[in-house]
């Protein structure tokens, strides 16, 4: 099949207004996933009776089942019990909560770089618990898992074509259907290729300048 360039550009701003779509579902779902796995790396770190034992259980099954069982579970299972999501909703929150597991065990590596020490020296000083984990072991812990976790942001991006499963249209989605309408694949399968690659590297890039900027002085970045 030829190539055709005003094809290309005439489906050009329905590709990129889907990309807006994918885009907004990794952020959200990223940030979401940031949060939810400090938190499990935390109640882990503080290892508190009954409910680390469950964070544990939970991380671990998130982590050893597929992210569309996870979906499916969430967007047809949940209406049963009277609790009905947007796709789009039920998208984000499936991303944030898979990938909160991966992330929960990339601060777990980021609290283990800082000296137990530290822990003992801000009792000394009567610091709580809270103020030792603000003022001492986050500004440590964080910084250098940036890198390996603006990883899991960028394959949380390539995964959200899975969403199309729940029918929220997406990059993937919308050349699918375009497709479909004219029977021409090649152009909107290649440009959503592309809008995934650039994307992709885009996310990259900027979190290894994060990275570099967020790391403490002599503190080694993974």
Not at 157 to 177: C, D, G, Q, S, Y
Not at 197 to 211: D, E, G, P
Request: some cysteine; proline content about 5%.
């Amino acid at each position: 099949m030829n190539w055709d360039w005003n094809y290309t550009l005439e489906i050009l701003p329905l590709m990129a207004q889907a990309s807006l779509v994918t885009l907004q579902a990794t952020l959200m779902g990223f940030a979401l996933a940031a949060i939810l796995g400090l938190i499990w790396a935390i109640i882990n770190l503080l290892d508190i009776p009954i409910v680390s034992f469950a964070v544990k259980l939970f991380v671990e099954f998130i982590r050893t089942t597929p992210l569309l069982i996870q979906l499916f579970a969430m967007y047809y299972f949940l209406p049963l019990v009277g609790i009905v999501l947007p796709a789009m909703v039920c998208g984000v929150l499936t991303l944030g909560m898979h990938y909160s597991a991966y992330c929960a065990e990339v601060y777990r590596s980021g609290f283990a770089q800082v000296d137990r020490g530290q822990w003992e020296a801000a009792r000394v000083i009567n610091l709580t618990t809270f103020q030792t984990l603000k003022r001492i072991i986050l500004p440590q812990a964080v910084p250098p898992v940036i890198l390996p976790l603006g990883n899991y942001l960028v394959a949380m991006f390539k995964e959200t074509p899975v969403l199309l499963a729940i029918t929220v249209i997406e990059l993937v989605a919308t050349a699918r259907i375009i497709g479909n309408d004219t029977f021409r694949y090649t152009e909107p399968i290649t440009l959503a290729g592309v809008f995934f690659l650039v994307m992709s590297l885009v996310a990259a890039k900027l979190t290894r300048v994060i990275s570099r900027k967020a790391a403490l002085p002599g503190q080694q970045v993974f």
